[in-house]
């Protein structure tokens, strides 16, 4: 990505929250699952952990990357498609060193053309972190064809690292409050690197 503006604001603290249950995030907010649309891939991942068990609606499992930093996992719709948000679920209390600390969202038509809507920082994360992801124009859901979540650093310094569940949304409604879900509060925002490469897994 270089110089290239990627629209973030550095001083915006971003659209990152700590939520509660995703059952009651859906019911709140009105949104609906469209993960199953996507073809879903990583940049690496240990034998016995790999990109299914991010979506095998498990909380005691979870994907392991095994390779040099940033761990990718790609998003890719077959069609343009409307993304609201991101739900990542994390377990520091049991995962601790492999727990991400910085995480940057991109999204765009395909490997080549990707481009960082969301950055941030979580501290010690147990639960869901939901990152809504807004266009840097108009602030509405993001229409793409892919997004990008990239793993910057772990706590601790760690190498590899663990996510437990990721699930994609799409808004039924136009407008929502999430004000009545939140349990955490804004997360800050940091810089990007470069990174891409991975594995598939439909």
Excluded at 54 to 60: C, G, I, P, Q
Excluded at 80 to 108: A, Q, W
Aim: with cysteine; hydrophobic share 35%; net charge negative.
């Amino acid at each position: 990505m270089g110089d290239t503006d990627t629209g973030v604001d550095e001083n915006d603290p971003g659209n990152y929250f700590l939520v509660s249950s995703v059952k009651e995030l859906l019911e709140n907010e009105g949104l609906k699952e469209i993960g199953a649309q996507a073809v879903w891939s990583v940049s690496s991942c240990k034998q016995g952990y790999g990109v299914s068990l991010l979506r095998d609606n498990n909380l005691e499992t979870y994907w392991q990357s095994d390779g040099s930093q940033p761990h990718m996992v790609n998003i890719q719709f077959r069609r343009k498609t409307t993304l609201h948000s991101i739900g990542i679920y994390t377990d520091y209390k049991s995962d601790e060193s492999y727990t991400p600390n910085k995480l940057s969202v991109r999204v765009g038509n395909d490997f080549n053309d990707l481009h960082e809507i969301e950055m941030v920082e979580i501290n010690e994360p147990s639960g869901w972190v939901w990152i809504k992801l807004n266009d840097s124009v108009h602030g509405k859901p993001t229409r793409t064809f892919m997004a990008q979540i990239a793993v910057l650093q772990n706590h601790q310094n760690g190498r590899d690292t663990h996510l437990r569940q990721i699930k994609a949304f799409a808004s039924t409604k136009d407008s929502a409050s999430i004000d009545n879900v939140i349990i955490g509060k804004r997360l800050p925002q940091f810089t990007s690197v470069d990174a891409a490469m991975y594995s598939t897994i439909r």
